[in-house]
């Protein structure tokens, strides 16, 4: 075991192992090694410095990235959907109050005379 320094009580010294062991920061190898961390046991990384003054520790891997990134695209997705059926609505609603007050007011014999185009 290595040496502890100063104040070894900070929560990002320390994981466990693949064996559920506690190891410290120092005691590790750096990188995606198998480490977890004690509270919440997700995958963790040891980043072992070789700068003098700097601190070792362990951090949480992001590892869900990917996928957060993409269930915020699919909400973004969905969003744009609901407001292009919102905007759709509306432009249906204008078209509806158009043909309600226009109408009435062209004369019978010009809509007899008005060319419908087939769809």
Avoid at 15 to 35: F, H, W
Avoid at 38 to 44: A, D, R, S, V
Avoid at 60 to 77: E, F, Q, Y
Wanted: contains cysteine; aromatic residues 8%.
């Amino acid at each position: 075991m290595s040496e502890r320094k100063g104040n070894t009580e900070e929560q990002n010294e320390f994981a466990e192992n693949v064996k559920g062991e506690v190891i410290y920061i120092l005691d590790a190898e750096s990188g995606r090694k198998g480490y977890f961390c004690i509270g919440c046991k997700t995958q963790m990384q040891a980043v072992r410095t070789k700068i003098k003054g700097r601190k070792s520790y362990f951090r949480h891997d992001a590892t869900d990235v990917k996928k957060i990134r993409g269930n915020v695209l699919l909400v973004m997705k969905i969003i744009a959907i609901v407001k292009l059926f919102q905007y759709l609505t509306e432009l249906e609603e204008l078209k509806y109050q158009l043909f309600i007050n226009i109408l009435p007011k062209i004369p019978t014999e010009k809509l007899l005379k008005l060319e419908i185009p087939n769809l």
